[in-house]
Protein backbone atom coordinates (compact mmCIF):
# COMPACT_ATOMS: atom_id res chain seq x y z
CA UNK A 1 0.00 0.00 0.00
CA UNK A 2 2.82 2.46 1.29
CA UNK A 3 4.44 2.29 -2.06
CA UNK A 4 1.73 2.25 -4.13
CA UNK A 5 1.14 5.59 -2.63
CA UNK A 6 4.65 6.50 -3.06
CA UNK A 7 4.26 5.49 -6.68
CA UNK A 8 1.46 8.39 -7.54
CA UNK A 9 3.14 11.53 -5.12
CA UNK A 10 4.66 13.78 -7.61
CA UNK A 11 7.98 16.22 -6.28
CA UNK A 12 8.69 19.35 -8.09
CA UNK A 13 11.51 19.66 -10.94
CA UNK A 14 14.18 22.28 -10.33
CA UNK A 15 16.97 23.84 -12.05
CA UNK A 16 20.01 24.60 -9.30
CA UNK A 17 18.70 27.84 -9.38
CA UNK A 18 15.67 26.65 -7.34
CA UNK A 19 13.21 27.16 -10.68
CA UNK A 20 10.62 24.79 -11.06
CA UNK A 21 11.02 23.34 -14.16
CA UNK A 22 7.77 20.67 -13.74
CA UNK A 23 6.59 17.82 -11.70
CA UNK A 24 7.63 14.13 -12.22
CA UNK A 25 6.42 11.04 -9.81
CA UNK A 26 8.43 10.88 -6.62
CA UNK A 27 9.61 7.35 -7.79
CA UNK A 28 11.22 7.85 -11.21
CA UNK A 29 12.62 11.38 -9.93
CA UNK A 30 14.46 9.38 -7.33
CA UNK A 31 15.34 6.33 -10.23
CA UNK A 32 15.89 8.96 -12.60
CA UNK A 33 18.37 11.26 -10.66
CA UNK A 34 16.48 14.18 -10.73
CA UNK A 35 17.36 17.48 -9.04
CA UNK A 36 14.02 18.32 -6.85
CA UNK A 37 12.74 20.63 -4.11
CA UNK A 38 13.17 19.42 -0.92
CA UNK A 39 13.31 20.58 2.86
CA UNK A 40 14.71 19.55 6.08
CA UNK A 41 13.33 20.63 9.38
CA UNK A 42 15.73 20.66 12.74
CA UNK A 43 13.61 21.11 16.03
CA UNK A 44 15.55 22.15 19.25
CA UNK A 45 14.31 22.16 22.70
CA UNK A 46 15.23 24.65 24.99
CA UNK A 47 17.85 22.63 26.17
CA UNK A 48 19.67 22.90 22.78
CA UNK A 49 19.00 19.30 22.47
CA UNK A 50 18.28 18.35 18.60
CA UNK A 51 15.35 15.74 17.98
CA UNK A 52 16.10 13.48 15.93
CA UNK A 53 14.15 10.01 14.08
CA UNK A 54 14.75 6.74 13.41
CA UNK A 55 13.16 6.04 9.75
CA UNK A 56 10.53 3.81 9.58
CA UNK A 57 12.24 0.13 8.04
CA UNK A 58 9.50 0.47 5.26
CA UNK A 59 10.63 4.15 4.06
CA UNK A 60 12.05 3.61 0.35
CA UNK A 61 15.14 4.26 1.08
CA UNK A 62 17.31 4.27 4.32
CA UNK A 63 15.02 2.87 6.83
CA UNK A 64 16.22 2.35 9.77
CA UNK A 65 18.81 4.97 9.70
CA UNK A 66 18.77 8.30 12.19
CA UNK A 67 17.82 11.42 10.50
CA UNK A 68 16.90 14.97 11.25
CA UNK A 69 13.57 15.75 13.07
CA UNK A 70 11.72 15.65 9.46
CA UNK A 71 12.77 15.64 5.78
CA UNK A 72 10.61 16.04 2.85
CA UNK A 73 9.24 17.14 -0.40
CA UNK A 74 6.70 20.25 -0.96
CA UNK A 75 3.66 19.01 -3.20
CA UNK A 76 3.61 20.61 -6.73
CA UNK A 77 1.71 23.93 -6.14
CA UNK A 78 2.00 24.10 -2.87
CA UNK A 79 3.93 26.86 -0.84
CA UNK A 80 6.87 25.65 1.41
CA UNK A 81 5.83 27.63 3.93
CA UNK A 82 2.61 24.94 4.25
CA UNK A 83 4.30 22.19 3.61
CA UNK A 84 7.24 22.32 6.36
CA UNK A 85 3.99 22.30 8.85
CA UNK A 86 2.36 19.67 7.44
CA UNK A 87 4.56 17.25 7.28
CA UNK A 88 6.49 18.21 10.79
CA UNK A 89 2.15 17.29 12.29
CA UNK A 90 2.37 14.44 9.56
CA UNK A 91 5.51 12.74 10.53
CA UNK A 92 6.13 14.51 14.59
CA UNK A 93 2.85 14.67 15.77
CA UNK A 94 3.26 18.87 16.90
CA UNK A 95 3.67 22.21 14.87
CA UNK A 96 5.91 24.82 15.83
CA UNK A 97 7.47 28.23 14.46
CA UNK A 98 10.30 27.50 11.63
CA UNK A 99 13.06 29.58 10.01
CA UNK A 100 14.58 29.09 6.66
CA UNK A 101 18.34 29.20 7.31
CA UNK A 102 19.97 28.06 4.18
CA UNK A 103 19.73 25.76 1.33
CA UNK A 104 21.62 23.36 -0.77
CA UNK A 105 22.16 20.80 -2.99
CA UNK A 106 23.42 17.25 -2.33
CA UNK A 107 23.60 14.04 -4.72
CA UNK A 108 23.93 10.72 -3.71
CA UNK A 109 23.07 7.24 -4.99
CA UNK A 110 21.99 4.33 -3.03
CA UNK A 111 22.80 0.96 -3.36
CA UNK A 112 18.93 0.07 -4.08
CA UNK A 113 19.04 2.18 -7.72
CA UNK A 114 17.83 5.14 -6.16
CA UNK A 115 19.63 8.64 -6.39
CA UNK A 116 19.06 11.61 -3.96
CA UNK A 117 19.14 14.80 -5.90
CA UNK A 118 18.05 17.56 -3.57
CA UNK A 119 17.58 21.31 -3.79
CA UNK A 120 16.97 21.06 0.01
CA UNK A 121 15.70 24.36 2.01
CA UNK A 122 16.42 23.92 5.37
CA UNK A 123 14.57 24.95 8.76
CA UNK A 124 15.41 25.37 12.38
CA UNK A 125 12.52 25.55 14.93
CA UNK A 126 11.93 25.16 18.67
CA UNK A 127 9.92 23.35 20.49
CA UNK A 128 9.45 21.35 24.46
CA UNK A 129 6.12 19.66 23.90
CA UNK A 130 5.09 16.04 23.45
CA UNK A 131 6.23 14.42 20.61
CA UNK A 132 3.23 11.92 18.51
CA UNK A 133 5.53 10.36 15.98
CA UNK A 134 3.75 8.47 12.65
CA UNK A 135 4.68 5.27 13.09
CA UNK A 136 4.39 4.68 9.46
CA UNK A 137 7.00 7.34 9.21
CA UNK A 138 9.01 7.24 12.25
CA UNK A 139 10.24 3.80 14.39
CA UNK A 140 11.69 5.54 17.09
CA UNK A 141 12.96 8.97 17.76
CA UNK A 142 15.04 11.00 20.49
CA UNK A 143 16.36 14.29 21.89
CA UNK A 144 20.26 14.43 21.34
CA UNK A 145 22.88 17.07 22.33
CA UNK A 146 25.00 18.32 20.15
CA UNK A 147 28.63 16.83 21.16
CA UNK A 148 26.91 13.59 21.72
CA UNK A 149 25.95 13.47 18.13
CA UNK A 150 28.56 14.48 16.41
CA UNK A 151 30.68 12.05 18.53
CA UNK A 152 28.08 9.17 17.84
CA UNK A 153 28.16 9.79 14.13
CA UNK A 154 31.78 10.12 13.95
CA UNK A 155 31.62 6.22 15.45
CA UNK A 156 29.04 4.89 13.44
CA UNK A 157 28.05 7.03 10.31
CA UNK A 158 26.47 4.01 8.75
CA UNK A 159 23.93 4.56 11.45
CA UNK A 160 23.03 8.04 9.96
CA UNK A 161 21.51 9.00 6.43
CA UNK A 162 23.89 11.29 3.98
CA UNK A 163 22.00 14.18 3.86
CA UNK A 164 22.04 14.01 7.87
CA UNK A 165 26.11 13.90 7.89
CA UNK A 166 26.56 16.40 5.36
CA UNK A 167 24.31 18.67 7.39
CA UNK A 168 26.16 17.96 11.14
CA UNK A 169 29.39 17.70 9.54
CA UNK A 170 29.26 20.49 6.97
CA UNK A 171 26.69 22.96 7.69
CA UNK A 172 26.08 22.46 11.97
CA UNK A 173 27.07 26.28 12.88
CA UNK A 174 24.29 27.79 10.48
CA UNK A 175 22.02 25.27 11.74
CA UNK A 176 22.76 26.43 15.65
CA UNK A 177 22.57 30.05 14.37
CA UNK A 178 19.09 30.28 16.02
CA UNK A 179 19.09 27.71 18.68
Not at 159 to 168: E, H, M, P, S
Amino acid sequence: MKSLKMNKEKVIIVDEDNNEIGTEEKIKAHKGGFLHRAFSIFVFNFKGELLIQQRAKEKYHCGELWSNTVCSHPKPNEILEDAIHRRLKEEMGFDCGLKEVFSFIYLKEFENGLTEHEFDHVFVGKFDGGVLPNKEEVMNYKWISIDELKKNISENPEKYTYWFRVLINEHLEKLLIEV
